[in-house]
């Protein structure tokens, strides 16, 4: 098992920890007792002649997880509390099936399977399944949303049960086993690429498989919404500050968000990724700066008052914008 990283428990239970582990177990006890330690209370059901092997390799970030999973035979559960979380698993073989206080359902191999665990009272994996499975917190799913409506969602979000198509699943299969395999090999810390990888299944889930959001998902990018008021704070703090040095993942912190909700937002909001923005802003400070009447500074002075340190760079982008190179605006002002 790797070891574990950045780890929190509040009252027995882990809130916060980013790592990577690969379990096996083949009784009973110690499986209830690890999903115990997430907040999930299972009653495991037992099988004919008490068998019972599971295996996984999971990725957990935060109070989420991916992972990849394999039952030779085959096992079950019932909640016994309620978990606000959302499980989505693909059977490569076998077969899922989980049931709510509606109805039954069932996911085969090729299938994919969203079941809001609010509503689920048994689940069920059949003999000699293997699945790949992320598990997201509802509250993760209402942010993300949020950062693209503009607003906070005032409903539950509902996935429908419609067909997902084949290059869907790949995606979703491909970019988790990759994530598993780079935090079984990686000795980096897991926290900055973990978060990235979360916050890229969260959009791709919410923006390609069919939900109660969908319309009006497609809709706010034809009409004007509000932009939310962290991409609005990130945006100021940009505009008043000239440091060189400034990073992505700085602006980020100030915010709030992380650097891929940062750069999803920018890009959803203000049509540029942040540093284009950044860029973009300098620029404008620079051509009011340049353009004053009477300025004893040169366009050089200037390049670095807003925070450029190549003036090359600076020129190659100040023309590119305003058609013009720094040198002539100055000498327009100053005639």
């Known amino acids: 098992m790797r070891p574990q990283y950045n780890i929190n428990v509040v009252k027995g239970v882990i809130v916060s920890v980013y790592r990577y582990a690969l379990y096996s177990f083949k009784d009973l006890e110690t499986a209830a007792g690890h999903y115990s330690a997430y907040g999930a209370d299972l009653d495991i059901m037992e099988y004919p002649g008490r068998k019972f092997q599971y295996c996984k390799k999971v990725c957990i970030f935060g109070k989420s997880f991916v992972c990849s999973s394999a039952s030779i035979t085959g096992w079950g559960y019932e909640l016994k509390n309620e978990i ?4 989505i698993t693909f059977p490569q073989t076998g077969s899922l099936t989980w049931r709510t206080r ?6 085969g191999a090729g299938a994919l399977a969203i079941a809001d665990q609010r509503e689920v009272i048994k689940t069920i994996y059949s003999a000699g399944i293997r699945s790949t499975s992320m598990y997201f917190e509802n509250s993760e799913l209402i942010s993300y949303l949020t950062l693209i409506l503009g607003f906070e969602p005032k409903s539950r979000i509902h996935f429908h049960r419609s067909t997902v198509e084949g290059w869907e699943i790949r995606f979703i299969t491909n970019i988790v086993s990759t994530f598993l395999e780079y935090a079984e090999r990686s000795t980096s810390q897991l926290d900055t690429v973990a978060e990235s990888l979360k916050e890229t299944l969260i959009g791709f889930l919410l923006n390609n498989i069919k939900n109660n959001y969908t319309t009006t998902i ?4 034809k009409l004007s919404v509000p932009t939310p008021y962290c991409i609005k704070h990130a945006a100021e703090f940009m505009k008043t500050n000239n440091r060189p040095e400034l ?3 700085e602006v980020a912190n100030f915010a709030g968000i992380s650097v891929r909700s940062l750069q999803v937002g920018f890009k959803r909001y203000k049509g540029m990724t942040p540093i284009q923005y950044l860029r973009q802003e300098r620029l404008n400070r620079a051509k009011e700066i340049l353009s ?3 300025l004893a500074q040169s366009p050089q002075h200037a390049s670095i008052q807003v925070g450029f340190l190549n003036y090359h760079a600076f020129c190659k982008y100040y023309f590119q914008l305003f058609g013009e190179l720094p040198k002539t605006t100055y000498q ?3 005639r």
């Open 218 to 221: 497609y809709d706010s990018d």
């Open 292 to 294: 004053q009447p009477g």
């Open 247 to 249: 990073t992505v993942g």
């Open 332 to 334: 327009k002002a100053n």
């Open 84 to 87: 606000d979380v959302f499980l």
């Open 102 to 107: 509606a109805c039954t359902y069932k996911a």
